[in-house]
């Protein structure tokens, strides 16, 4: 892994540290998953191939990310505010997911450049995947899939946590 990849990797876990210790769901937090995503797309999705299998190996690890995005954020405590905006709160579970998703891409990269690159290069023959930008994409794409699930359904729960409260308030009399 280069200085980037493992600095990218970084940012990613001290985004889980950032969710443990909760954050409200404004508009920087909004933002910043937003940026890191699109940073990563641009760094190093080049391309999609869609030759042989890549697409299935892509789907699936796309997919992959996805669930555990939906996991970790199915599994975050949401709270409101004083102010009525949403706060988030990741638990163990949320952590535990968003560490395996990050766990399992640091893991074939390092292997790949450490003595397994002749058994990924075997596999992808034995399994039509085309070449190295195949697990590129699949890797980038898992990482998106999982950040950009978490984002969109925590969004989601927050808005309707806010609608729900909006309802329950009682109306405000108004003075003549």
């Given at each position: 892994?280069s ?8 940012v ?56 555990l995005?939906?996991g970790?954020?199915?599994s ?8 009525g ?33 002749p ?10 995947i ?9 890797l980038?794409l898992?990482?998106?899939?999982e ?10 729960r ?19």
């Amino acid at each position: 892994m280069s200085a980037t990849e493992y600095l990218l990797n970084a940012v990613l876990v001290l985004l889980v540290i950032r969710q443990i210790r909760g954050s409200r769901l404004d508009l920087v937090n909004l933002l910043l998953p937003l940026a890191i995503v699109g940073v990563v797309g641009f760094q190093y999705l080049h391309s999609i191939p869609t030759d042989g299998n890549d697409l299935v190996l892509i789907l699936t690890l796309t997919g992959v990310g996805v669930l555990l995005g939906a996991g970790a954020a199915v599994s975050t405590r949401l709270s409101l505010g004083t102010d009525g905006v949403p706060f988030a709160r990741a638990g163990v579970t949320a952590a535990v997911l968003w560490v395996v998703g990050i766990g399992l891409r640091m893991a074939f990269s390092y292997a790949s450049t450490h003595g397994a690159g002749p058994s990924i290069g075997r596999f992808s023959v034995e399994h039509s995947i085309t070449g190295s930008q195949a697990w590129v994409a699949a890797l980038v794409l898992m990482a998106l899939g999982e950040v950009l699930t978490r984002l969109v359904v925590l969004r989601v729960r927050g808005h309707r946590l806010s609608a729900a409260a909006r309802r329950t308030r009682p109306a405000q009399v108004s003075g003549s």
